[in-house]
């Protein structure tokens, strides 16, 4: 019979009810109690949704991060979280966000010095981990305290389960050295301390351990792979059986490694990898478990039942009991429950599967090898059709939006003088001082704007009223940035319930779910809207906006939009053509959006392009490719302006030092990125790369709670200042406003402020 299983489920809630927890217990709003009776109630429906496999995921988890969690595990807690009172949830909220909650501590006894760890993105994914931090001082110490809680929970439901962990090598990979150490170093102080914790949960009672390690699908050095071999020799104890998980892409090089390491089972993202299938059942010894994912976990297209089984069978029928069947990854990038979209478009609706949907699939095609076709053959038939009826929607494909693209001319990207002959008339326009002060875009969503918003989607309030609550919004924002005296303002972005989203709804070729949320880091939750079509805009999207918030200015009003390859990568996007044609379809309906801001008098626009590094390939040899037409996207999409119309785009968390040449190919005049986190790190790209254009290093870290210094500040652009020459600098927020409070905001701002002015007065 062949084994179901899952690697991991949505954390969040159907409901997000972990969110609303979080930032209660956050603000001192309800107790701890609360926050751990909600976590105990999750994972107890989350079990029971996955009862219908045959093993069960147990420590996927987490009150904010998975690697995080990890962190906790392995004992390796930064040395600036030691010392504070509390207990290891406050001191594990105090890396996540750089303060526990509000009733739990002092602010001034601890906040202003806790700098919350680095984020940056999963792999691939549009998810944030906290970053692992080493010296060559770390040590290693096991606390299993979370994971045994979990088992015994369980085991109290009756559930057949398997532990989740992430491995050793991918640990140490995903964190960063804070000093000159080699971080494979800390391998043969790591080993131990895995091992204990294998020894610990075979003394539970725990037969089989989910070992992540993703980053065997990524490029590995000699040094790396022997760290593989290293680790699970140490880890070879027999005490549990290890199924080794691979997903997000293909192991190529590193198949022959996978297969050779002493563990039971390995996972294959088979998905990714279909044509690795063959091989990896020639190469892996006879005994071992051949776990395949073949329900994807990263999209939301229902899946071709029939076709995976044509080429699935034959395998079921080589392997008999030893095959597993699975996702190709955790659920966690995907929605929970389709079922609740009730006024989802009900075409698209047919055509897609969320995480329980996706469990549904599961066990039609394990019923299937098991029992035959005929046993689900009403499944199967059904799948068939919605299959069918997407591939020949005219919905789908548009010949006029296809035309469009077919006639693309290259002249389409390029600006018509470059930088240094468009900077001058740029000054001269904008009159700007040293150092000029900006945001990155939206500022707090107070409870007013998400009530009225609310209010007119459910039809209780008309356009006018909704057109003068978002009118009295962005007015507070202009008043509020003319009186903490910044130099370009934004808007506020009121009007926006999502920077993907706003735009997504108003573009053909797209549709939206009402509770299709995915966790993006912590309480962080997005909706992605999901590109089943061929795009086109049928009318201005935020014109209206920015001409309102300029009229109540003198001062420059920055034009705000979303990039074409942002949207693309944090949308569920179709999966029958390349997205490369997809993007190129967007840039083309975004490219008009420009130039009717420029038509309106705006003569800043930015272009957020914040997800431009997580596209690329894991494999370095794949990215070339994938550069070269995700930055002609955002060239088409700005570069029909006027040489006086300064564009500006905005990226934040993730590491782009190894791109920084294809960066500054986009050729945007200005260039806004998280720098604060790192303390001014990226900017080590800026040592051998000279960066021709301007550049705002994020000084202030808007995704913790703490407000930053004016000294602080200044000593961040000092840093900055000895890469990039003053005159093309910026002062700005790492990222946008939207999450934080206006008791936060304004304080924060004006230390910026203050920091700009000291700036110029030392020349």
């Known amino acids: 019979m062949i084994t179901t299983h899952n690697l991991g489920f949505p954390r969040i809630g159907a409901k997000r009810e972990l969110k609303f927890a979080l930032e209660s217990y956050w603000k001192g709003e309800s107790a701890r109690d609360d926050l ?90 549009n998810y944030h981990y906290i970053v692992p931090e080493f010296t060559a001082a770390t040590a290693f110490k096991l606390d299993a305290s979370r ?88 880890l070879s104890t027999g005490k549990v059986k290890l199924l080794l998980a691979t997903y997000f892409g293909q192991l190529r090089e590193n198949l022959p490694l996978a297969c050779a390491l002493p563990v039971q089972g390995v996972h294959l993202d088979a998905v990714n990898a ?45 392997l008999g009991d030893r095959l597993w069947i699975a996702p190709s990854c955790s659920l966690l990038h995907v929605p929970v429950d389709l079922a609740r979209e009730q006024k989802l478009d009900s075409d698209v609706r047919s055509w897609l599967a969320f995480a329980l949907q996706k469990l549904d699939e599961l066990k039609v095609l394990a019923d299937a090898l098991n029992n035959g076709r005929d046993s689900v053959k009403d499944a199967l038939a059904a799948n068939q059709a919605a299959i069918d009826a997407r591939r020949n929607s005219p919905r789908v494909n548009n010949p006029t939006v296809k035309a469009a693209i077919d006639k693309l001319d290259p002249a389409a990207g390029q600006r018509r003088h470059v930088y240094a002959q468009r900077a001058p008339k740029q000054a001269a326009l904008l ?48 008043r509020e940035q003319e009186t903490l005296g910044l130099d370009v303002l934004v808007h506020g972005e009121a009007e926006r319930n999502d920077m993907v989203e706003y735009f997504g709804e108003q573009l053909d070729g797209y549709a939206f779910s009402q509770f299709g949320w995915v966790q993006s880091y912590g309480s962080r939750c997005v909706k992605p809207p999901i590109l089943f079509g061929d795009i086109s805009r049928p009318k201005a999207m935020t014109v209206g906006w920015i001409r309102y918030a300029q009229s109540l200015t003198s001062k420059p009003m920055k034009g705000m939009l979303t990039g074409p390859v942002t949207i693309l990568n944090w949308s569920f996007v179709r999966d029958d053509q390349p997205r490369s044609v997809s993007c190129r379809q967007l840039a083309l309906a975004i490219r008009q959006e420009v130039l009717d801001l420029e038509k309106a008098g705006v003569r800043v626009i930015q272009i957020d392009e914040a997800a431009l590094r ?70 080590d790209a800026f040592d051998n790369f000279k960066y021709p254009n301007e550049i705002g290093p994020g000084v202030y870290d808007i995704h913790s709670p703490n407000i930053p210094t ?54």
Request: charged share 25%; proline share 4%.
């Open 274 to 318: 279909r044509s690795e299938v063959e091989t990896l059942l020639a190469q892996l010894p006879k005994d071992r478990v051949v776990s395949l994912g073949v329900i994807n976990g990263r999209n939301i297209w229902k899946t071709d039942l029939n076709a995976v089984l044509a080429w699935l069978e034959p395998v079921a029928k080589q």
């Open 710 to 763: 004016r000294e602080h500040i200044e000593q961040l652009m000092k840093k900055a200042a000895e890469r990039i020459p003053a005159e093309r600098l910026w002062v700005n927020p790492d990222c946008g406003l939207k999450t934080r409070q206006w008791t936060e905001v304004v304080p924060a701002l004006a230390n910026m402020v203050a920091a700009a002015k000291a700036l110029r007065a030392q020349g």
């Open 147 to 234: 994971l045994l809680e979990q088992l015994a929970e369980a085991t109290t439901q009756g559930v057949k389960t398997k532990a989740v962990i992430i491995g050793p090598v991918t640990y140490l990979a995903i964190g960063k050295a804070k000093d000159e150490s080699d971080k494979l170093a800390l391998l043969p102080r790591l080993l131990p301390v895995y091992a204990e914790l294998l020894a610990t949960l075979a003394a539970q009672g725990v037969e089989w351990v989910q070992i992540d390690e993703p980053i065997l699908v990524t490029e590995l050095s000699a040094a790396w792979q022997q760290a593989f071999r290293t680790a699970y020799a140490a």
């Open 431 to 478: 009159k700007l001082p040293a150092y000029p002060t900006t945001t990155i875009g939206s500022f707090p969503q107070t409870g007013e704007v998400r009530h009225a918003r609310s209010q007119f989607k459910a039809g209780q309030l008309d356009a006018a009223g909704y057109k003068a609550a978002m009118q009295a919004e962005i007015a507070r924002s202009v």
């Open 36 to 125: 751990t009776s909600q976590g105990v109630d999750l994972r107890r429906r989350h079990w029971a949704h996955q009862a219908r496999l045959d093993l069960v995921p147990v420590g996927d988890f987490a009150f904010y991060d998975q690697v995080l969690d990890m962190s906790f595990t392995l004992g390796n807690l930064p040395e600036r979280v030691h010392g504070f009172h509390g207990d290891a949830l406050d001191n594990y909220f105090r890396v996540a966000r750089g303060r526990s909650a509000q009733s739990a501590e002092d602010h001034a006894a601890c906040c202003g010095g806790v700098a919350a760890g680095e984020m940056t993105k999963w792999f691939d994914t």
């Open 614 to 683: 997580e596209g690329l390939p894991l494999r370095k040899s794949q990215w070339a490719d994938y550069l070269d037409w995700a930055v002609e996207s955002f060239r088409i999409t700005a570069n029909g302006v006027a040489d006086e119309t300064q564009i500006h785009t905005h990226m934040c968390y993730s590491e782009f030092n190894d791109i920084i040449a294809s960066i500054a190919n986009m050729d945007a005049d200005v260039i806004t990125i998280e720098t604060s986190r790192s303390d001014m790190e990226l900017l």
